[in-house]
C-alpha cells in the first residue's frame, strides 16, 4: 500500500508492517528498518490493512499480529524488541485474535 509522507507517496510493505502508532491526526508506520510519518487517521488505515493480521490493541496503537514475539500484562513486544502497550479493554479481544490467527488453544 502507498501513503502520504509530506509531499511524496511512500510504499508501505504490510508484510514488513510492526505496528503503526496515532498521535493525533498523524499516525506513524514503523517497519523492520524504518518509521514513515504521515497525516491519516487510525480509521483510515484500518481500512487499508488486511483485518485478519492486524488488531488495535490500544486506542493510539494497532499491531501486526504476524510479529508479536512476547505477550505480558499490559504490553507485547514484536520483532526487533518494539514494545506496544495493550489497553484492559482490548485485552480479552485480543487474545480471542491470537487464538483464531495462531490456533492457539
Not at 15 to 29: A, K, M, P, Q, V
Not at 41 to 63: C, D, G, N, W
Not at 64 to 77: A, G, T, W
Amino acid at each position: 500500500m502507498f501513503v502520504k509522507e509530506g509531499y511524496d507517496w511512500v510504499r508501505v510493505s504490510i508484510e514488513d508492517l510492526l505496528y503503526i502508532e496515532s498521535d493525533g491526526n498523524y499516525l506513524t508506520f514503523k517497519e523492520k528498518s524504518r518509521k514513515i510519518l504521515t497525516r491519516m487517521t487510525m480509521t483510515e488505515a484500518l481500512e487499508m490493512l488486511p483485518q485478519k493480521h492486524f488488531f488495535r490493541i490500544h486506542k493510539s496503537y494497532l499491531v501486526n499480529l504476524k510479529h508479536i514475539q512476547k505477550i505480558e500484562k499490559h504490553q507485547v513486544s514484536v520483532l526487533g524488541n518494539e514494545l506496544v502497550p495493550i489497553s484492559a479493554n482490548a485485552r480479552d479481544e485480543f487474545m480471542e485474535a491470537l487464538r483464531q490467527t495462531w490456533n492457539v488453544k
